[in-house]
């Protein structure tokens, strides 16, 4: 693909100003050659950045795809996502295990920008369709990052285990409560399976997805998919805290890749109490949440109360009690007539780890729009992603709080899809998804 | 006026400089190029005046301003929470006042001032009588016609809304003991025909009954709206037994009978309760947005009433609600800003006269015997009333 899809060529002058000094810190982490790409990335926008890089450098724009742990965790939080659920269709353990080989093979090519299969999109026999499909050929690797987890459909399906899997499912991947206010469509909740697929170019996100569901097919079928864009958190500190659809800055006390006592306390999984769900030590547990904001009330509400609601202030980010937007916020500093300057159902404070038993989560949620609901409403919101260590300490607690109490929650948001996932360590080197699991 | 507002923000340079030459000549105000800056954040007299409120010190920008529109951007330096206020030449009566500013933050007072002498105050630590300076604003042709009574008109209003409360209330109440008697006895054809009948005295004051945290989930809570284990009592509990769902089991007469008690209970322990909820015009005009919130996220999706589907009746009441809500705050309103009072005029009756076409008998067609035609129709009218609706509060401070 030729360099830059928005005509590339000098900057508009206007545009220099937004790069801040976070991207000069994030220009300084990118280092060596990577630098060059790091600058484009303050100059362009998102989506060129991605076809920038690869003219500059391709190694810049890939993940490595093998590891200790799953990439597109700590992963710095890429702009774009397409997420997507499916169910197992067959009932076969060879054939899972054959499905999972698959996509882990798929997965590494495409996260280094390779097409799939051994003669990728156009250089298979001319009578049969190419094994790539072929909308990523010219794309830079984008940072594509592919995420897998399993869902407690994978281990047992009305009330029956599957696969052979009698036992290993792990204790913490629970079935989540009815929280109050829900409103979940079965259609965009659950699944066997999920991959999460990130990435700074939409198509590159879209040919993931699409080309798994394709070596899925007979095996697997996609149960829900979502679109997302405009990261809403952010996941090291060389980035900036981005904005929500409600014009808020999200994500500010997110536990970053640098915290790593953090991670190990509040997102990496553990071993378990028992031997046969040793297998996700080194995980994480995915929690998604399909979060409808009703944007356009939202829009008619005052500042005043817009920012009570949060607990933060618009602009900054900073808490209502003062400071920066990385000052610590005091809850019980009060205004006129002893009342709390972050009220008590803010967000912020309900959300807020010293309120939840001191439990922090790992947040990469995107912004996302489905278009409009009919009645002339955005159908758009967050779609909230978050990696925790137990979610039966660190997401159910909050969330029922969140749901109770939350005046955000009660007036403004709605949730209409919902899923809990497994998603086990990284891949060695010639190993696949969930190996651990099938030994 | 701000000519920054007007303005691309990343322009390229060439057609930026343009831009302000065309902008400065149509201007022609004084000072208007000390407004062709580089920078939105003008000078001290075109953009907010600055105010820099520390711990012993109180620096505001100017200290004289052209009368109209004023804006005072007040950042809190200082170590504690501060506030600020704009009062009269004699340093007693509140022009303007915004308060509970953190420490570090900035927060912007808007006022509407005549020409004439005021006084400036900070007040860190929101103890004492602040730090004061003389303030002075100069008649730039544009007076503000506010009558001396404004404040009367805005007490006046709250009260009207107040015995508008206390009736709905009592109307609520004597009509909840006939269902709650209806039902309880097991006559479900007439706890049927009093249902949404009842429930539109509560849906005229929801902003005010709301305000009550444990009572609203006790009176008004939906299914979805339960935490496990939560017991379900109040309206919906009743609907649903009353509309039964496909393969439900209706509550016993003992069930219902606690039920009703309940429901009578809990709406004379509200009524008690609103006695001495104390209004102010920002409840008013908050509270009259949010009955419009209120239909377009749950009334005007059929969701209130999901068995029932009595939503028009909820629609209705929350319109009445808004309505009188505006009523009472409306000869205020046309004070400072008669356009906005006549364009909700406008939109009320707009809505009002589509809603009386879905009216049958005493009441409406069944939610779900709308098309989506008519849905959408509704929707639009809610959103056109509900976008100056949400004007109404600050227009009246």
């Known amino acids: 693909m030729s360099g830059c899809p928005f005509g590339g060529g000098e900057p508009a002058a206007g545009e220099k100003k937004r790069l801040s000094r976070r991207g000069l810190l994030y220009l300084a982490g990118a280092g060596g050659a990577g630098a060059a790409a790091g600058m484009a990335a303050g100059l362009l926008s ?19 795809f093998h590891g200790e742990r799953q990439a597109g965790i700590t992963t710095p939080a890429q702009e774009r996502l397409h997420m997507a659920a499916f169910d197992l269709t067959t009932e076969d353990r060879t054939e899972l295990i054959q499905l999972l080989k698959d996509w882990t093979a798929a997965a590494e090519a495409m996260t280094q920008g390779k097409a799939t299969g051994s003669t990728g999109a156009f250089d298979g026999p001319y009578d049969a369709p190419p094994q790539d499909t072929g909308e990523a050929e010219g794309l830079a690797a984008g940072r594509l990052t592919l995420t897998l987890g399993f869902g407690a459909g994978m281990f047992e399906k009305n009330g029956k285990a599957r696969f052979g899997l009698d036992g290993r499912r792990p204790d913490a991947l629970i079935d989540l409560p009815h929280f109050p206010g829900d409103d979940l469509d079965p259609a965009r909740s659950d699944g066997d399976i999920v991959v ?28 829900w998919s979502q679109l997302g864009f405009g990261r809403t958190s952010s996941t090291t500190r060389s980035q900036d805290t981005p904005r929500n659809l409600f014009g808020f800055k999200d994500g500010t006390s997110n536990v970053k890749a640098e915290d790593t006592d953090l991670l190990d306390q509040h997102i990496w999984a553990t071993k378990g109490t028992r031997d046969t769900e040793a297998w996700m030590a080194g995980g994480s547990y995915l929690v998604s949440r399909r979060i409808r904001m009703h944007i356009e009330i939202w829009d008619r509400t005052s500042l005043r109360e817009q920012e009570g609601l949060i607990g933060r202030n618009k602009n900054q980010g900073a808490p209502l009690s003062g400071g920066g937007e990385f000052t610590e916020p005091d809850f019980k500093l009060a205004g006129k007539g002893g009342t709390p300057l972050i009220p008590l159902d803010a967000h912020m404070r309900l959300a807020h780890a010293s309120q939840n038993n001191g439990v922090k989560m790992l947040r990469r949620g995107y912004n996302y729009t489905d278009g409009s609901d009919g009645l002339g409403h955005l159908d758009a919101g967050l779609f909230f992603i978050a990696f925790v260590t137990d979610p039966r300490t660190h997401y159910v607690p909050m969330q029922m709080n969140m749901a109770k109490g939350d005046g955000l929650s009660l007036e403004y948001l709605k949730h209409t899809g919902s899923g809990l996932f497994a998603v086990p360590p990284g891949i060695k080197p010639g190993g696949f998804i969930g190996e651990g699991l099938f030994a | 006026m701000s000519t920054g507002s007007f303005l691309p923000k990343f322009a390229p340079h060439t057609a930026r400089r343009k831009r302000f030459a065309v902008l400065c000549a149509a201007a022609a105000l004084p000072l208007a190029l000390a407004s062709c800056t580089d920078n939105a954040k003008a000078g001290a007299t075109d953009g907010p005046i600055q105010v820099v409120s520390t711990d012993s010190k109180c620096t505001v920008s100017a200290g004289t301003a052209p009368s109209g529109n004023l804006t005072f951007a007040v950042k809190n330096d200082g170590a504690q929470v501060t506030e600020f206020y704009l009062l009269g030449a004699d340093g007693l009566q509140i022009v303007g006042e915004v308060e509970n500013i953190g420490p570090g933050l900035t927060r912007n007072l808007v006022v509407t001032a005549g020409s004439g002498k005021y006084t400036t105050a900070c007040k860190p630590g929101m103890q004492g009588d602040g730090i004061k300076a003389p303030f002075e604003i100069t008649d730039s042709g544009t007076q503000p016609a506010v009558d001396a009574d404004f404040q009367k008109l805005l007490d006046t209003g709250t009260q009207q809304y107040a015995s508008y409360v206390k009736d709905q209330t009592e109307q609520l109440v004597t009509g909840t003991q006939a269902f709650a008697a209806a039902y309880a006895a097991g006559d479900l054809d007439k706890a049927r025909s009093l249902y949404a009948a009842t429930r539109v005295h509560w849906e005229r004051i929801e902003p005010v009954a709301e305000s009550f945290g444990d009572l609203d989930p006790k009176l008004d809570a939906r299914e979805a709206d339960l935490e496990p284990g939560q017991e379900w009592t109040g309206w919906h509990r009743a609907e649903k037994d009353l509309y039964p769902p496909a393969g439900y089991t209706a509550l016993t007469a003992a069930e219902r009978s606690t039920l009703a008690t309940q429901l009578v209970t809990d709406t004379a322990d509200l009524a008690q309760r609103t006695r001495t909820v104390e209004l102010s015009a920002d409840n008013l005009g908050n509270g009259a947005k949010e009955l419009l919130d209120e239909i377009a996220t749950g009334k005007v999706t059929g969701e209130e009433e999901a068995w029932s589907h009595t939503d028009l009746w909820d629609f209705q009441a929350n319109v009445d609600g808004a309505r009188i809500a505006f009523e009472s705050l409306k000869p205020a309103l046309q004070q400072k800003n008669p356009e906005l009072a006549s364009t909700l005029e406008t939109k009320f009756a707009a809505l009002e006269a589509e809603l009386k076409t879905y009216a049958k008998g005493d009441g409406f067609v069944y939610y779900n015997d709308l098309t989506q035609e008519q849905i959408q129709r509704l929707a639009s009218l809610v959103d056109a009333l509900g976008e100056p609706l949400s004007q109404l509060t600050a227009a009246v401070l």
């Not at chain 1, 989506?47 to 993940?63: C, F």
């Not at chain 1, 990435?199 to 079928?221: C, S």
């Open chain 1, 196 to 223: 999460q697929a990130c990435a700074d170019d939409p198509q590159v996100a879209v040919h993931a997805i699409r080309n798994l569901a394709r070596i899925g097919f007979g095996k697997a079928r996609v149960r």
């Open chain 1, 46 to 64: 998102h989506d060129a950045v991605a076809a920038a890089a690869a003219t500059e450098n391709p190694a810049a724009s890939i993940v490595p």
